[in-house]
């Protein structure tokens, strides 16, 4: 109701706060990256992740953790993203929805 309040608003990890900005971003970035495959073999993965979770939703959500894991070493870092981090981030979800 109040969108003006937001505009300025720093959400901050340290204090529990979801930036809900970031949040639909990473949704849109991972219908994108399972639209086309890249990197290559982020469907099949997603596609187990949702298997064992019963939930696209969830899934999503799980390949978020990932992605964000992935772009914070990239930033910390100061290097390109890394498919290497993100898909042993992932491979670590699929083994404990298991």
């Known amino acids: ?3 003006d309040r937001y505009l300025d608003k720093d959400y ?3 204090m529990g706060d979801t930036n ?3 949040h639909m971003s ?3 970035a991972i219908k994108e990256q399972l639209s086309i ?3 290559i073999g982020i469907c099949e993965r997603f596609a187990r992740l949702q298997n064992n979770t ?3 939703h969830i899934a999503a959500h ?3 953790e990932c992605l964000a894991e992935m772009m914070w070493q990239a930033q910390r870092n100061q290097t390109a993203p890394d ?3 993100y898909f042993d981030c992932l491979d670590k979800q699929l083994s404990s929805t298991n």
Request: aromatic share 4%; proline share 12%; net charge negative.
């Open 54 to 56: 019963g939930s696209e």
């Open 12 to 14: 901050s990890p340290e």
């Open 26 to 28: 990473m949704h849109v």
């Open 20 to 22: 809900p900005f970031l």
């Open 37 to 39: 495959n890249q990197p």
């Open 83 to 85: 498919a290497t981090i």
């Open 62 to 64: 799980q390949v978020m």
């Open 1 to 3: 109701d109040d969108a």
